[in-house]
């Protein structure tokens, strides 16, 4: 079972509200994901971190920022939240190395209204 | 663009019955991939994964299957069981993931 957390596990917000998606894990791990994704449908990575202060954008391009000033924690922001942020966020974290697989948390489901 | 992709959106099979989910990828360079099963309502979890130096590797019930001539890599299900039925995704050393088999178990 792996030790990786999500809050909240479901958000329903207004448009223009700023909001937060907490990821944590107790694994310390390095490197930790943002995913995005929609229902029955893949996963699309928003962002990256390969370990405290740094942070990349993924391939999907996403109009979230995140922080990673904890090894442990590497929360999602949403300035201005709308109806298109609508989707699933997945956490993952992984070990530092070439075939590390990475863990996933039980994942976000925002609905902006 | 690298991608990996799988070939059957949805695959229904018998409980007892065995089960093929296949996987093609893009990057020759890949070396390593992995299964997930995701269930409904949660994140995906791992199965399995397989290093490039390996044709064949075997779990509980679970085998994966490579192979890089032509790009692919396959999941079976041995036995089939309803708590199998899930959404499958492979995914590339990379991390790029593809949209995901749905796999229904019929009791």
């Known amino acids: 079972e792996a030790d990786i957390y999500q809050t909240p596990r479901y958000l329903v917000i207004g448009t223009g509200k700023k909001i937060t998606l907490e990821c944590s894990q107790t694994?310390?791990?390095?490197?930790m994901y943002w995913y995005q994704q929609d229902p029955g449908m893949e996963l699309h990575l928003i962002h990256y971190?390969?370990?405290?202060?740094?942070?990349e954008k993924g391939d999907l391009s996403s109009e979230s920022t995140v922080s990673r000033i904890r090894t442990e924690h590497f929360p999602l922001t949403l300035e201005s939240a709308r109806p298109s942020h609508t989707s699933q966020y997945l956490c993952?974290?992984?070990?530092?190395?070439?075939?590390?697989?990475?863990?996933f948390g039980p994942g976000t489901r925002l609905l902006v209204l | 663009g690298e991608s990996v992709g799988l070939h059957l959106p949805t695959l229904s099979v018998q409980e007892g019955d065995n089960s093929i989910i296949n996987c093609a990828y893009s990057?020759?360079?890949?070396?390593?991939f992995i299964w997930y099963k995701q269930e409904s309502g949660k994140g995906p979890q791992f199965i399995i994964d397989?290093?490039?130096?390996?044709d064949k590797r075997q779990g509980q019930r679970v085998t994966v299957l490579l192979n890089k001539t032509v790009k692919h890599l396959s999941l079976q299900i041995a036995a089939t069981q309803p708590g199998d039925s899930a959404v499958y995704f492979c995914?590339?050393?990379?991390?790029?993931f593809g949209t995901g088999t749905s796999l229904t178990v019929i009791p």
């Open positions: 993952a974290s992984r070990r530092d190395g070439p075939w590390e697989t990475q863990y």
């Open positions: 694994m310390g791990h390095d490197k």
């Open positions: 971190s390969y370990g405290v202060n740094s942070t």
């Open positions: 990057n020759s360079a890949s070396d390593y």
């Open positions: 397989i290093r490039s130096n390996m």
């Open positions: 995914a590339d050393s990379k991390f790029y």
